[in-house]
């Protein structure tokens, strides 16, 4: 089992930035990808960004260039560098661990709200 812990959500202005960090525990060492995903209010859960245990990394269309996700795999933690937010990143920020490669997310966390309003 792995429990996945997010932190650093909150209310933001337009073109601020915020953190986001998603804390590993349990049996980390079955863990491959790790990625952040989002549900804003009525909308499907949609990918953000992942990384795998090497570091490669893949972000959705509408976050290229404003978001960045990171591993430090010696904390077990997961990170999600998030500048120029928009009022559309308004959502729930999930984190996601991956065991299987080519498989579904087997672990979530509980979600952190991330707000980006004036």
């Known amino acids: 089992q792995v429990q996945l812990v997010e932190s650093g959500g909150g209310l933001v202005q337009p073109g601020g930035s915020l953190r986001l960090s998603c804390a590993a525990s349990?049996?980390?060492?079955?863990?491959?990808?790790m990625g952040w995903y989002r549900q804003a209010p009525g909308k499907q859960r949609e990918l953000v960004a992942n990384i795998n245990s090497g570091g490669g990394t893949n972000y959705a269309d509408s976050v290229k260039g404003r978001f960045t996700i990171s591993r430090d795999n010696a904390k077990n933690t997961a990170f999600l560098q998030m500048n120029s937010l928009k009022p559309e990143d308004t959502a729930v920020y999930y984190c996601?661990?991956?065991?299987?490669?080519?498989?579904?997310?087997?672990?979530w966390g509980q979600g952190t709200q991330v707000t980006v309003s004036s």
């Open positions: 996601g661990a991956l065991t299987k490669v080519g498989g579904p997310y087997d672990y």
């Open positions: 349990g049996s980390i060492s079955s863990i491959n990808n």
